[in-house]
């Protein structure tokens, strides 16, 4: 039998993750995309879309079910390191994993290992992934559409 405080806690952290999803969504994708964004092509140029319909809710559905995995591997490293500013980590850049505590250095790998893994499992390629998120920073239509898709997909009903 679920506690009244259960479903609240519940749909407050649904909420909360709602409102500051959009943020938390550019920042788990940032780790796994940034040197990308240094050396890829300027895919903005051309006037083909970058993602269909289908692509792009697949993207979302990704973002979202890496955002709980981020969450607890960013908490778990700051535990670590204390006080100290956390340094930003890019999954595909040994150089930032490798400057961080040997405990942390794990929890990262493990975080990149699992959300490649998510992004495939949604039928993405690593590729297309990072492909989108590189997008994502200067185009804003595609931005409101991962936005409108993930505000879709977290109003859609849990499953049992």
Same mark, same amino acid.
């Given at each position: 039998?679920?506690?009244?405080? /259960? !479903? @609240?806690?519940?749909?407050?952290?649904?909420?909360?993750?709602? =409102?500051?999803? @959009?943020?938390?969504?550019?920042?788990?994708?940032?780790?796994?995309?940034?040197? @990308?964004?240094?050396?890829?092509?300027?895919?903005?140029?051309?006037?083909?879309?970058?993602? $269909?319909?289908?692509?792009?809710?697949?993207?979302?559905?990704?973002?979202?079910?890496?955002?709980?995995?981020?969450?607890?591997? @960013?908490?778990?490293?700051?535990?670590?390191?204390?006080?100290? *500013?956390?340094?930003?980590?890019?999954?595909?850049?040994?150089?930032?994993? $490798?400057?961080?505590?040997?405990?942390?250095?794990?929890?990262?790998? $493990?975080?990149?290992?699992?959300?490649?893994?998510?992004? =495939? /499992?949604?039928? !993405?390629?690593?590729? =297309?992934?990072?492909?989108?998120?590189? *997008?994502?920073?200067?185009?804003?239509?595609?931005?409101? =559409?991962?936005? $409108?898709?993930?505000?879709?997909?977290?109003?859609?009903?849990?499953?049992?």
């Amino acid at each position: 039998m679920k506690k009244i405080s /259960d !479903l @609240f806690s519940r749909s407050s952290r649904k909420r909360i993750l709602s =409102q500051s999803f @959009f943020f938390g969504a550019i920042a788990t994708v940032g780790l796994i995309s940034n040197p @990308f964004s240094l050396s890829s092509k300027a895919y903005g140029q051309t006037a083909t879309p970058i993602a $269909n319909n289908t692509q792009i809710d697949s993207y979302a559905q990704a973002v979202l079910a890496m955002e709980p995995a981020r969450q607890n591997a @960013f908490e778990e490293i700051k535990k670590l390191i204390g006080d100290g *500013e956390i340094p930003k980590i890019v999954c595909n850049d040994s150089n930032s994993i $490798n400057g961080l505590p040997r405990k942390a250095q794990d929890i990262a790998v $493990n975080y990149c290992t699992r959300s490649q893994k998510i992004v =495939q /499992d949604n039928g !993405l390629s690593i590729d =297309q992934f990072n492909k989108i998120t590189i *997008e994502l920073q200067n185009n804003n239509i595609l931005k409101r =559409q991962v936005y $409108n898709s993930l505000l879709r997909l977290q109003k859609t009903p849990d499953s049992p």
